[in-house]
């Protein structure tokens, strides 16, 4: 088969290591894809948002199944568009996709269907967001309803901050239409897990939990990143929690959306907060995690396309997935100066050392290849994989790999997966 991943990043990049890995896979293509996913295959420099020209690069190219990594292209309705064509492609179509694309909406259907989940106003008026919100006494959090590259929501601790929140997201415009609706809601405690799962539209198959660490510095302070590193598996999701989560979670949204018309397929990601009162529905993206995709596809010990195709198929119940019973654990490294502004070029050494060490494995994020070497490109870098007999030993196999690795101005957080060797505390 002849495989077409769309996206660049270390997620991409994971999926594209996966991919290539079946028996299934003859040919892999990825678009725009970034010196990682050059190894494993071929990049074409089309980006993951030009819905016409990866149509027709499928059809030119005659790929048997495209793969959406990032979220905007599925919100734009590649999925539709590729199936309107007859072609086969792994993701949620466009309605599916509204589940991220469109917070108003997720939260509408969570309260539809008693899915535990912040308590929550959406507004499109300023004025009646600004009065409601100055009622408030409690710390709140304000999101713009639209896709915002993950940098939408805006954590406040009072409601003059909140006031401000919805200034920037009203007025300013900070983050163009996605904030032309808002949704307040209240803001939860507790720690953060990742629920990832296969979803064919009716059957759910739950892949290991992981944790994401979303802020840039040591201890989770700072500002909120894309992701500074991950494990997989999350100690705090016990079973008996996972059960609960995929029964008051995941089965009231997949069913609601069947019985809506518009059966989901693809990955179904629930960002939850383990709260005192039980897990809390924080999101849902339409797509694997970025980086959770990294330390989770190293565990997964089977066939990917062959899961992907059952998903596609309606076939997920026919399917059984391994796991590599040793926990990953992932640090990213940024460009110094990420998540604000930082410089690109700077060439890249070490790789070779680093993914030369046993179960270890280099995904490159933003990287691109240039003059024969590699140099960075974007604001995550890399994300250095690593897989140990216990969480902390992979994650010290993973900082020893850290440590092969030089670029000016290399920064990651030193902490990664401190939170799981203390019990998830
Ligand atoms: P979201 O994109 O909605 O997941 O929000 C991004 C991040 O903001 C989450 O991963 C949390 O760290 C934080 N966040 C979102 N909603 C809440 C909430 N209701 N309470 C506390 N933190 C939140
Ligand atoms: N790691 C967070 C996300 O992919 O949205």
Redesign the pocket.
Known sequence: MKILVVGGGG?EHAMAWKIKQSPRCSKLLCAPGNAGTAEVGVNVGLAAEDVPGLLKLAKDQKIDLTVIGPEAPLCEGIVDAFEAEGLRVFGPNQAGAQLEGDKAHAKAMMRAHAIPTAEARVFQDFKNAYDYVATRDEPIVVKAAGLAA?KGVIVCDDPPDALLALERIMKKHEFGSAGDTVVVEERLEGQEV?ILAFVDGRNIYVMESSQ?H?AIGAGDTGPNT??MG?YCPAPIVTEELMALIERQVLVPIVDAMNRQGTPYKGIL?A?LMLTPAGPKVL?F?C??????TQPVLMRLDCDLVEVMEAVIDGKLDQVTLKWDPRPAVCVVMASGGYPGSYEKGKVITGLEEAGALPDVVVFHAGTKAQDGQVVTSGGRVLGVTALGSTIASAKQRAYEAVDKIQYEGAYCRRDIADKAMRGGA
């Open positions: 997620r993950g990742s994401d979303k894309g992701g991950a990601y960002g999101e993206n797509r694997f995690g970025d980086p959770e």
